[in-house]
């Protein structure tokens, strides 16, 4: 619903999720191998503990990263920021946080300059020498706060000021109050009742 609501495609989606999914695959397949106790069981197929543990860390896995991309695309990365100063988190914290997700692209594109000059270099080698792991990193550290000082330098020039988003002020409109008060209401509801229960008898009725 808050996908369709958010218009946030599909694809983004996907594209989010898909790298994640080959580790809780692996790690949910030692499940597998390990509990191969009966579940439940359904005509002749048995369905083991391992197959439930799986499929549960798949659906939380897709679960917490379309939560965590819908989040960014409907609230943006100012007002996340804005929300987390007034939950009293520490500035330094926050403006890590929201300069890491803003200049993270400029480090993975000198990170793949890197690697193009060495390829360039050693044009024999496969990949990158391990003889070289320790000075390509290094050169990479020396290069990110080279960029980061000019990023510093050309916000103050700007009129960046210290303090800005711990005293923005968030103000509330109908819509979010609607949209608090009906997530409270479901929050409420899953508290005092037994949803699973309830489910489970009204299927086993049909």
């Not at 030692?30 to 369905?47: E, H």
């Not at 391992?50 to 896995?61: D, Y």
């Not at 496969?126 to 390509?136: C, N, V």
Request: overall charge positive; hydrophobic content about 50%.
């Amino acid at each position: 619903i808050i996908t369709t609501m958010a218009d946030v495609p599909a694809k983004t989606l996907f594209s989010a999720i898909l790298p994640v999914l080959p580790a809780v695959i692996l790690l949910g397949a030692f499940n597998v191998l390990y509990d191969k106790a009966p579940f439940f069981q359904i005509n002749s197929l048995v369905v083991t503990g391992g197959v439930v543990s799986l499929i549960s860390l798949l659906i939380k896995c897709i679960l917490t990263v379309e939560g965590g991309i819908l989040l960014v695309c409907t609230t943006g990365m100012r007002g996340i920021s804005r929300a987390l100063a007034g939950l009293g988190i520490p500035e330094i914290m926050v403006i890590q946080i929201m300069m890491t997700y803003r200049y993270i692209i400029l480090l993975l594109e000198e990170a793949e300059r890197i690697i193009n000059a060495y390829t360039l270099r050693a044009p024999e080698s496969r990949g990158i020498d391990f003889r070289h792991y320790g000075s390509l990193p290094g050169h990479l550290l020396i290069k990110s706060f080279e960029r980061a000082g000019r990023i510093y330098n050309a916000m103050k020039l700007r009129g960046f000021v210290s303090g800005s988003i711990m005293t923005a002020k968030i103000k509330l409109n109908t819509s979010d109050f609607l949209y608090l008060c009906v997530w409270m209401l479901f929050f409420a509801t899953v508290r005092m009742y037994n949803l699973p229960a309830i489910l489970e008898k009204i299927t086993a009725g049909l």
